[in-house]
């Protein structure tokens, strides 16, 4: 059983930074492949960024074009999502999840957090 638990969201404005925090209960973490998804209002949920066990990064390029960074510090059971050149198109609810088995960007996750809001102002 793994429970995740989203930090660092909020409100700022374009251009501007926030990195978010996922920590996690579980001995086991490090075996998880952990991502980043997004939904934002009337929109259908959207993959973002995933660390994998071994520390491989995917990005949904079109969507972060460089300005995220995901990583991952398993000696806290935590991934981090640095978020750079914040954009208004960027406002979302902000989910961490996990999964054993990461084959691509339409993997199935096993854990979720609760979500955090980023909001982006113009």
């Known amino acids: 059983q793994v429970q995740l638990v989203e930090s660092g969201g909020g409100l700022v404005q374009a251009g501007g930074s926030l990195r978010l925090s996922c920590a996690a209960s579980?001995?086991?973490?490090?075996?998880?492949?952990v991502g980043w998804l997004r939904q934002a209002p009337g929109k259908e949920r959207e993959f973002v960024a995933v660390?994998?066990?071994?520390?491989?990064?995917?990005y949904n390029v079109d969507s972060v074009k460089g300005r995220f960074t995901i990583s991952r510090d398993n000696a806290k059971n935590t991934v981090y999502l640095q978020m750079n050149s914040l954009e208004p198109e960027d406002t979302a609810v902000y989910y961490c999840?996990?999964?054993?088995?990461?084959?691509?960007?339409?993997?199935?996750?096993?854990?979720w957090g609760q979500g955090t809001q980023v909001t982006v102002s113009a």
């Open positions: 579980g001995r086991t973490f490090s075996a998880y492949a």
């Open positions: 660390i994998t066990k071994g520390g491989s990064r995917v």
């Open positions: 999840a996990a999964t054993l088995s990461w084959y691509g960007r339409g993997s199935s996750y096993d854990y």
